[in-house]
Nanobody
């Protein structure tokens, strides 16, 4: 079992910046992809950004050029630098981490979420 703890969510004005952090702990063998998802009120959870263990990244079109994902594999931590925030970025941001089990199954763990609110 992998536990994920997010931090860094806050209330910020439009145009501002925030940095989210997510630290993984527990039964870690080797984490594969780690990433961030978000869910706004009344909407489905959506991908924000992911980073594979090899370093390749994937971003939602809505955040390209504004958000940057990074990870410190030695610390099992993933970050999300969010710049030029917009009111539509308001959501609960969730961290996710994938790990391959001993049988080869990919298991995904989720954090509890951190609230990001962007005021206009």
């Amino acid at each position: 079992q992998v536990q994920l703890v997010e931090s860094g969510g806050d209330l910020v004005q439009a145009g501002g910046s925030l940095r989210l952090s997510c630290a993984a702990s527990g039964s870690i063998l080797r984490l594969d992809a780690m990433g961030w998802y978000r869910q706004a009120p009344g909407k489905q959870r959506e991908l924000v950004a992911t980073m594979a263990s090899g370093g390749s990244t994937n971003y939602a079109d809505s955040v390209k050029g504004r958000f940057t994902i990074s990870r410190d594999s030695a610390k099992n931590t993933v970050y999300l630098q969010m710049n030029t925030l917009k009111p539509e970025d308001t959501a609960v941001y969730y961290c996710a981490a994938d790990q391959k089990s001993l049988t080869g199954t990919i298991l995904r763990s989720w954090g509890q979420g951190t609230q990001v609110t962007v005021s206009s």
